[in-house]
């Protein structure tokens, strides 16, 4: 049987994700069988695993940095919101219809059964399983419904190394808050705290971590820098701090920053070019627009109508600058959107005229399309690899070309496609923004160098004798 490590956090956004990645690639360089596990995550961000079945895209990188083959079992539910409150449950990869149907707090009895068999089963293949943990385990609010924290320590009988994101400020009555939050039995799996994003001399920490100590017992053994190493991220919390990432001077890609936006992260290739935009004003000096994929595209296609962004798209459109849609773009791109199943969450039969820029028609179906895709773009004789999720059957008129049927069109200087990733080919980037007339921005290096330069920058900030001591 396995052992377990788990990483938990005060508050989201502390840096789990990529903790665990780092994690899981440092012991796989240790010649350990690593596999990564989240019970539950609720993100927008998904992607497809070989078998055709739907995983969050942290689990997706975590499963690369462990090097080992994407399984579902390491990420067994997943919920993706589509309003504020409602969300789809995705149970072991497909959709949970009768699940999803129920109020939350009626989940955990379903849900429960699933998580355990999965953890299990990866703990009895596995040397180590590295553990996510979502939000906060001092939610005591949520205490009677988790099936993804201290239950999931409990069940694995896990060590469990707590971060606070130490940039934010107020880190030790964070570490110190939660600490309080938790039950005896639960503070008994503590190994450690982590101080995460720590810019600076760590020497100035001094007397706080070891006053944190004597009022906890639980050691500080962790200080980990801000690194500048980018990997796909869970959710659109980021997006807050990179709405306006360049001064536009030299020109950028704007994209919508939709309310319901999924896949966010497939346009990190763009870096300091992207500018993600939420009024018209904010399209000035854009040489090329993207409208990501989204959750709700009906609703999202309002916002943008009601932004004023629908008006300022399609008047750079008439004014020759690139255009691309993604997935839920592409559908808000063409000429209707049908919904006669509800999918959306919607009335049944409903349905809403799209923006009009590419002569396609779409159909919501019940069942979901998940598959990994490689095909050839006619229009640049590139192979292009990615993934789908839709609902959306689309139907295209004479109006539009087809590049590749059912997975890209083009309209003139409008393109829309089903290819989450397209932008991650890297040859396709280029011909892309030659397009806009922007140049390449400074090169990223491989996912596999990013992940390798993280785990040996955790590893130093780690004392890694409790890592050792867990095994």
């Known amino acids: 049987m396995g052992k377990a490590i788990m990483v938990q956090g005060c508050t989201s956004s502390a840096g789990k994700s990529y903790l665990t990645a780092a994690l899981c690639r440092a012991l796989a360089n240790e010649g350990l069988r690593v596999a990564p596990f989240k019970a539950q995550n609720m993100s927008n961000n998904a992607g497809v695993t070989p078998a055709g ?57 379903h849900l429960w059964p699933h998580v355990q068999t999965a953890l299990h089963s990866l703990l009895a293949e596995f040397d180590v399983v590295v553990i996510e943990g979502a939000g906060s385990p001092a939610e005591v609010n949520l205490r009677g419904s988790d099936i993804v924290n201290m239950r999931v320590a409990l069940e694995a009988q896990a060590g469990v190394l707590l971060a606070a994101d130490i940039d934010r400020g107020g880190a030790f009555a964070h570490l110190l808050g939660t600490w309080h939050c938790l039950t005896p039995g639960e503070r008994g799996l503590l190994r450690g705290f982590i101080l ?21 017992g639980v050691p500080t053994v962790g200080v980990i820098p801000m690194l500048d190493v980018t990997l796909p991220e869970e959710d659109g919390v980021w997006l807050d701090s990179r709405a306006a990432t360049t001064d536009g001077a030299g020109g950028f890609v704007a994209i919508a920053r939709l309310p319901r936006v999924s896949n966010l992260d497939e346009f990190a290739p763009l870096g300091p070019l992207a500018r993600w935009v939420s009024r018209p004003d904010e399209l000035a000096g854009a040489r090329a627009v993207i409208i990501p994929g989204s959750k709700s595209t009906a609703a999202d296609l309002n916002w943008l109508r009601q932004t004023g962004l629908a008006a300022g798209i399609t008047r750079l459109a008439g004014a020759g600058v690139p255009v691309l849609g993604v997935c839920g773009g592409l559908q808000m791109l063409g000429q209707s959107i049908r919904d006669p ?12 005229p799209g923006l009009g820029l590419l002569d396609l028609h779409t159909e919501f179906m019940p069942d979901k399309t998940t598959v990994q895709t490689t095909f050839t773009d006619p229009e640049t004789g590139f192979a292009l690899t990615g993934y789908e999720i839709h609902h959306g059957q689309t139907r295209a008129g004479s109006g539009v070309q087809t590049l590749a049927p059912g997975l890209l069109w083009r ?3 409008v393109r829309g496609t089903y290819l989450h990733g397209l932008l991650e080919n890297p040859a396709y ?7 806009a007339d922007l140049p390449l921005p400074p090169g990223l290096d491989s996912l596999d160098a990013r992940l390798d330069t993280i785990a040996a920058q955790v590893r130093a900030g780690l004392d890694w004798s409790v890592i050792e001591g867990m095994l």
């Open 341 to 352: 199943h509800g999918v959306e969450g919607g009335v049944p039969g409903a349905g809403v």
């Open 411 to 413: 309209q003139g200087n």
């Open 53 to 109: 079945l739907e995983m969050g895209r942290a689990q997706l990188v975590q499963a690369r940095a462990a090097r080992v083959t994407p399984d579902v079992r390491m990420n067994p539910v997943l919920l993706k919101p589509e309003a504020d409150t409602r969300s789809q449950v995705v149970l072991l990869g497909q959709v949970s219809r009768e699940i999803t149907a129920l109020p939350w707090r009626e989940r955990k009895a």
């Open 429 to 435: 980037l280029e011909r892309f923004l030659g397009w």
């Open 196 to 216: 995460n994003r720590f810019r600076g001399d760590a020497r100035l920490l001094s007397p706080a971590p070891e006053w944190l100590q004597e009022q906890t």
